[in-house]
């Protein structure tokens, strides 16, 4: 089994839209969440991560983490032709247990204007 | 200021020859990832340093994969006797380590053909 499970995609999404990105793990011990962005050709980069229950905020972007349900996802409002990418989910299971991130295949976004 | 840097960005070796890949991290970072990243896959975990803790080895595929950090700052990915399914874009990445905030940084990555 998988340790971070994403949907390969491609997700395609009209420009404007909100384009919704999910992501499943396997370690219930997982402790925190990261979101990366990754261009074609180009390494990953950073969107934001999140190590509590709920929602988080930054911009046009949200992080939502469930953690009974082992679930995280990534919303993108107002999606835009540049935010088209793949998108990489990344799991930290903490200092106590590993320090091991485990990513995602990625899921490939492409927003169409 | 500088983030991550990695040499070469480019490798072109043939099946059997040793490669040596660099990685310099951000200055301050004190942990240090190795990734490989194979065509249309996500990214392989292969080490990981942290301070003069004992390197995290459990990713590396194989003993012809080994890796070093001088200094604590720069390191080395080595590939003895390549393989052609060694040919991948290899990253590394650092980060603080301030807790559960292990946010990497990545370098641009290494790109190694091994026809």
């Known amino acids: 089994q998988k340790e971070v499970e994403q949907n390969s995609g491609p997700l395609s999404v009209p420009e404007g839209a909100i384009a919704s990105l999910n992501c499943t793990y396997s370690d219930r011990g997982s402790q925190s969440f990261f979101w990366y962005r990754q261009y074609s050709g180009k390494s990953p980069e950073l969107i934001m991560f999140?190590?509590?229950?709920g929602d988080k905020e930054d911009g046009r972007f949200t992080a939502q983490l469930n953690k009974a349900s082992q679930y995280v996802s990534l919303l993108i409002r107002d999606s835009q032709p540049s935010d088209s990418a793949t998108y990489l989910c990344a799991v930290n299971s903490g200092a106590n247990t590993g320090n091991q991130f485990y990513f995602g295949t990625g899921t490939s976004l492409t927003v169409i204007p | 200021g500088a983030g991550v840097s990695q040499s070469p960005s480019n490798k072109v070796t043939e099946k059997g020859k040793d490669v040596e890949l660099r990685c310099d991290p951000i200055s301050g970072h004190t942990a240090l990832y190795w990734y490989r990243q194979s065509l249309g896959q996500g990214l392989e975990f292969l080490i990981y340093?942290?301070?003069?803790?004992?390197?995290?080895k459990s990713g590396l595929p194989s003993d012809r994969f080994s890796a070093e950090r001088t200094g604590g700052s720069v390191s080395t990915l080595t590939i003895q006797r390549t393989q052609q399914e060694d040919s991948a874009v290899y990253l590394c990445?650092?980060?603080?380590?301030?807790?559960?905030?292990?946010?990497?940084?990545f370098g641009p990555g290494t790109r190694l053909l091994v026809l």
């Open positions: 999140i190590y509590s229950n």
């Open positions: 990445a650092s980060s603080l380590v301030d807790g559960w905030g292990k946010t990497q940084y």
């Open positions: 340093f942290q301070g003069n803790s004992a390197p995290d």
